[in-house]
Structures are given as C-alpha cells and as structure tokens.
C-alpha cells in the first residue's frame, strides 16, 4: 500500500495536495467537493484587510448618514443584517467550512499594516481556522525605500502575527529578494511554520480602445513550476519551516518533481480552475502509479531525492545547470538555421 501521507504546518495530511486560495472555497458547496475530490486540506480565499476597512467605512456612513434628524425616526438606522462588522462574513465561513469537513481548514490573510494583521489574525484563530497563510502581496515601488527596510518589514509581521496566535503560521512570499534564501533562513529563524514558494506576480494590462489600465488575470502554466521546483531544491534540509510549493502544478509530474526537491505539499489552483475539481483524482491516481511503477513505498522516501542537498558541491551544481541550459539553447538555435538551410537550399 502506497504512503501518501505527508505533514505540513504540524498538520498530519492525507496527501500533499492541497487546494490553494481561490475562488472555489468561497462556498461551502465547494469546499465539500474538493474534500470528497481528494484534497487533504484545504486553503479559503485570502482576506483583505483594505476589504475589511471598507466595510468599516461604509458602516460608520450609514450609522452616521441620518445623525441630524430626530431621535424617534429609529427607521432610518440600518438593520443588522444589512451590513457585517468587520470580518464576521469571512469568520463565519471559517466556522461552517470547520463543520462541513473533516480535513484541516488554513484561513489565509492579506493585511497592510502590522495591526491589520495580528487583530484579524487573532479572530482567525478564534474562529476554529487549524492554521494561518500570511499572504503577503507588496511591489515595493517607492526607489528610496531600501531593500533592508523591505525585509524586516516581512520580519515584523511574522514576529506580530506569532505574538497574536498559537496555531500554525505560514509566509506565502514573492521571490524579489537580493538573496531569497538569506530571506527564507531569517523567516525560519524568526518562527515562521511554513514557506509558501511562490506568490504570483499579477501585472494590469492596458485597454488601448479605454485607455485605462486593467487587471489581467492569466490562470497559470505547467512552465510556472520552474521557481519553486529550484528553490524548493535549495532550501530543503536548510531551513525547519515546510515547504509548500504553489503556481504551475498542473499534474501529477509536476508533483513528483517538486516532491523529490523537497517540497512538503503541492499547491493546485489554476489546473483545478481549467479542469474541475475532480482532476484531483486524476492527479493523485497519477501520482500512486508512478511510485508503484518505480517501487517507492511513501511520499516520505521520495521527499528530498533530487534537492540540491543530495549534490556534493551545490555551487557547481548551480553553475552545472546554468551552462546546461544555456547551451541547450545555442544547440537548439544550432539546430534550427541547419534545419532552416535544408529546407530552402541557402
């Protein structure tokens, strides 16, 4: 009997698939589905804290839209159920996910300010939510801000957000760091449970009959898993913190190879998007033929194999696969002009 089971966040997992934030956990409908799919866990579409405060807003103008006229005309407060304070929406969907399914339920958090993030963290938590991703999306755009003041800002909202809970906290990072494992052993250092290997970076696009700019939102491709697959490699055995690997698993080859770099789970969302939420099955039946057609028992003895640990000298290994690369491509540019001469007699 094939072992899949694997650990991520102190969390015992079924397999190392796992849905990440998207829009299919939005509903609970959804969320039971992806669990009777096969998904071992599951990641709720992230909360904004810009969401949170305009809610607030919103609320404080209708309390205060009617403050000038007579005390006796109650009608003109809102009901209740016309707005939510705070993120009582988001908190209630944690508690019935909880209640809907037996596999571990990861809140996931984007805040903008250190106080953002450790008040609504603390409500995650209380909220029945197994553990927190800390999904921090920034492009540092301003050139004076220095990369230093960056870094400890990631620093800063790890140390308050492990301050505010006692579950399991995880960091889901870009890769624009000067020196992304430095970064990752800092976060290691600094508690954090869990490394989430990569954000995507969305850039708009321009609306030339408009003019304006616009946000593209473009699912990812098999050809995304190249970053985490390399950083994955050369992080595993160097930091304590699992490693879950997200953008560009798309099948089970894609698992397999990020599984032998060491990651501890494989994050799917664009695939489960295109495909449904039953190509779950699919890639986990690929996943159990593979390890059986080349004899490994576990996710366990796979997990590791091929990082960057296994080589002797990981400078040359980094070098190795540089000049490979570089001179697959002259090979194939090669290839190409004798192909090309050939075929028209130049």
Known sequence: MIDLSTTYLGLKLRTPLVPSASPLSQELDSVRRLEDSGASAIVLSSLF???????????DHRLAEHSESFAEALSYLPEPSEFRIGP???????????????????ASLNGATVGGWTGYA?????????????????IPSDPNVLAAEIEEQYIGILHAVRSAVSIPVALKLSP????????????????ANGLVLFNRFYQPDIDLDELEIQPNVLLSTPQALRLPLTWIGILFGRVRANLA??????????????????????????????????????????????????????????????????????????????????????????????????????
């Not at 603390?122 to 920034?138: L, M, P, R, V, W």
């Not at 430095?182 to 600094?190: G, I, Y």
Request: glycine content about 6%.
């Open 49 to 59: 804290e810009e969401q949170l405060r305009q809610e607030s807003v919103e609320l």
């Open 88 to 106: 009582e929406g988001y908190l209630n969907h944690i508690r019935r996910a909880k209640q809907a399914v037996s596999i571990p339920v990861i």
């Open 122 to 138: 603390k409500e995650i938590e209380q909220a029945g939510a197994d553990a927190i991703e800390c999904n921090i999306y920034a």
């Open 176 to 191: 624009f760091f000067t020196n992304m494992a430095n970064m990752a052993k800092r976060l290691d250092d600094a508690g």
């Open 245 to 346: 690997a997200t953008s560009g698993v798309h099948g089970p080859e894609d698992v397999i190879k990020l599984l032998m770099v060491g990651a501890d789970v494989t994050m799917l969302c664009s695939t489960l998007l295109r495909n449904g939420i039953s190509h779950l099955r699919y890639i986990e039946e690929g996943l159990v033929r593979w390890m059986e057609r080349h004899e490994y028992d576990s996710v366990q003895q796979m997990k590791g194999s091929m990082s960057q640990l296994r080589c002797p000298d990981p400078s040359a290994f980094e070098r190795a696969q540089y000049m490979k690369a570089v001179k697959g491509v002259q090979h194939v540019m090669v290839t190409s002009k004798e192909a090309w001469r050939i075929l028209t007699g130049d």
